[in-house]
């Protein structure tokens, strides 16, 4: 492995120390994965028992300092689309100088169980800005279910009852009553293009790799 495939995050909880390693894309085929190991075993495929398999051990994870596939940002980029988008404090540098792209991750992290298997999830948000004031939205719902914590699904944009003549934005993610749920910025008939009066909440259940919208989008006056 090349020492630019290995990032290395130091973590501690109930008395272990783990070690987050990304595997390069030589050994995984999976920008998207990550193994979780106790350094004293020599095995780096065990996943250490204790707080490490705990149904919230994924809230072990600073995801603000874990690099990013580069599809993340890959509609909004002028040409293709790198490996891996580095990720240091929540940012990366521009990773297109043409569009001025950068991405953020809200440090922000939702957990909870919101696939119904018993084990928390992590849901994240990014945005990819670019040009003057364009920004990408994309919602990911991070697991352990494999031993590793990896991307299970994503969400980039809202059902068509919400979209506008202006792509909304993302105001809030959380977790209700298991669901996922996304507040969107709406735009009303009569609204300047830079000012949304509304917003609109969505709510989700994650099924596999699908997030499907469930029942309608709950519009209300957005806070001035």
């Not at 030589?26 to 065990?46: C, L, M, Q, R, Y």
């Not at 398999?53 to 790198?82: K, M, S």
Request: charged content about 25%.
């Amino acid at each position: 492995m090349n020492s630019r495939d290995l990032r290395l995050l130091g973590l501690a909880a109930a008395g272990l120390s783990l070690v987050l390693v990304a595997r390069g894309a030589e050994e995984s085929g999976n920008h998207d994965a990550f193994t979780i190991e106790d350094p004293s075993v020599k095995d780096p495929s065990v996943v250490v028992e204790g707080s490490a398999t705990a149904p919230d051990a994924i809230r072990l994870l600073d995801f603000t300092e874990i690099d990013q596939p580069g599809r993340t940002c890959g509609d909004v980029l002028a040409g293709d689309a790198p490996r891996v988008i580095q990720v240091s404090e929540g940012r990366s540098a521009t990773i297109d100088k043409d569009k001025f792209v950068k991405l953020e991750i809200d440090g922000d992290v939702v957990y909870g169980d919101v696939d119904d298997d018993g084990f928390d999830e992590a849901v994240v948000h990014t945005k990819c800005e670019y040009g003057a004031n364009g920004v990408q939205d994309t919602i990911q719902v991070w697991d352990l279910d494999s031993g590793s914590a990896e991307i299970k699904a994503t969400l980039t944009k809202p059902p068509a009852a919400v979209d506008n003549v202006l792509e909304p934005t993302v105001k809030d993610v959380a977790i209700e009553d298991g669901k996922l749920t996304v507040t969107w910025t709406q735009f009303a008939d009569d609204d300047p293009r830079c000012c949304p009066s509304l917003q609109s909440k969505v709510h989700f259940m994650v099924a596999g790799d699908e997030v499907i919208p469930v029942g309608t989008p709950e519009v209300t006056t957005a806070p001035a």
